[in-house]
């Protein structure tokens, strides 16, 4: 089962900063946030993922909380291209495995 | 950054026939191989991780012989839909990984599109 709360749905002025909250509040001490994202009949796209320090790449900036319960992905500037499906997914270091949950839709609008 | 793809992106089948997907990763040994399946408005469902060389291993509620998985070489693993059913039309996707100590992640193929009529 995926161990992250997402809301469902998200909408975001073209432009804007998109912030998506994920919910983690079971994670261990070695467990990964990893971010992906879906276009529609896509695969999924690696994001960004961190264990607990604040990270950032030139797709998105990952900011999670100190007690490492929740989580925050951050596209500075949103582009209608980056309408998709948001997973937010907590890894077992050592695991490889990664489970899906129902993410957030997020629809940029211009 | 590292490429998978596979092959076909969609096909349609009769019934009872049987169908190969393949996943190959272009620029990079993939140690650990993984298959997806999405169905309409739904999330992506782990079906099996494979390694190179070795057995795959089914998640629970995944028929091993009805979804054959073989992964011969540490750039290609396939599935075989054997004896396809209107209710295994689905969208398939692989991921690969390599295992890199500092940076752990999946590259995920554009997926395969499944009818069966």
């Known amino acids: 089962d995926a161990k992250t709360t997402q809301p469902p749905s998200m909408d975001c002025a073209e432009g804007r900063a998109a912030n998506l909250p994920c919910n983690h509040s079971?994670?261990?001490?070695?467990?990964?946030v990893y971010w992906y994202r879906q276009i529609h009949s896509q695969g999924p796209q690696y994001i960004i993922h961190?264990?607990?320090n604040n990270e950032t790449n030139e797709m998105a900036s990952l900011i999670i909380t100190e007690d490492r319960k929740s989580s925050t992905l951050i596209l500075p500037h949103a582009t209608l291209r980056d309408t998709a499906v948001y997973y937010c997914?907590?890894?077992?270091?050592?695991?490889?495995?990664?489970?899906f949950g129902k993410g957030t839709k997020l629809t940029v609008n211009p | 950054g590292a490429v998978v793809s596979q092959h076909p992106s969609w096909v349609i089948c009769k019934s009872g026939t049987s169908v190969k997907i393949e996943c190959r990763s272009l620029?990079?040994?993939?140690?650990?191989m993984f298959w997806y399946r999405q169905f309409p408005k739904q999330s992506l469902m782990l079906m099996a991780t494979?390694?190179?060389?070795?057995?795959?291993?089914?998640e629970q509620g995944v028929e091993k012989d009805k979804f054959l998985i073989n992964h011969a070489s540490l750039t290609l693993s396939t599935l075989t839909v054997t004896s396809a059913h209107p209710e295994d039309s689905s969208f398939y996707i692989c991921?690969?990984?390599?295992?890199?100590?500092?940076?752990?992640?999946?590259?995920f193929g554009p997926g395969t599109r499944l009818t069966v009529t």
């Open positions: 961190g264990l607990k």
């Open positions: 494979s390694n190179e060389g070795s057995k795959a291993t089914y």
């Open positions: 079971t994670i261990s001490g070695n467990e990964y």
């Open positions: 997914i907590v890894r077992v270091a050592g695991s490889e495995k990664l489970v």
């Open positions: 991921s690969a990984s390599h295992r890199d100590p500092l940076s752990y992640e999946q590259y």
């Open positions: 620029d990079f040994q993939a140690t650990t």
